[in-house]
């Protein structure tokens, strides 16, 4: 499957900004998408993840309450809402695919296929 995200860009603390990630050529019923970040310095982080099939979401604490993934069907495509945004949410953001096989989601090594990064910028 093949991962193309969007949506970064500058946004204040306290703001919110959505990102987008589109997927294909694959049966996406059989996958997770996650979404990851990477801030400069510093290692790729799980932010969230949803599985294609019955839609399950799950989040990491930093961003419970504040982040929301979904995704359409019809558009192949998964949503990463955020807001409350703050200046430590600012990194390079990426999408990535697995096959739902029993591991964590939050295990960026599971994932095998991975869009190109998407800046978020968060200013105080």
């Known amino acids: 499957v093949q991962l193309q995200a969007s949506g970064g860009g500058l946004v204040q603390a306290g703001g919110s900004l959505g990102l987008s990630c589109v997927a294909s050529?694959?049966?996406?019923?059989?996958?997770?998408i996650g979404w990851f970040r990477q801030a400069p310095g510093k290692e790729r982080e799980y932010v969230a993840a949803i599985r294609w099939s019955g839609g399950m979401t799950g989040y990491a604490e930093s961003v419970k309450g504040r982040f929301a993934v979904s995704k359409t069907n019809a558009k192949n495509t998964v949503y990463l809402q955020m807001n409350s945004l703050k200046p430590e949410d600012a990194a390079v953001y990426y999408c990535?695919?697995?096959?739902?096989?029993?591991?964590?989601?939050?295990?960026?090594?599971?994932?095998?296929?991975w869009g190109q990064g998407t800046q978020v910028t968060v200013s105080s």
């Open positions: 050529g694959g049966l996406l019923s059989r996958y997770v």
């Open positions: 990535a695919a697995k096959i739902q096989d029993g591991s964590r989601w939050s295990d960026s090594s599971t994932y095998g296929n």
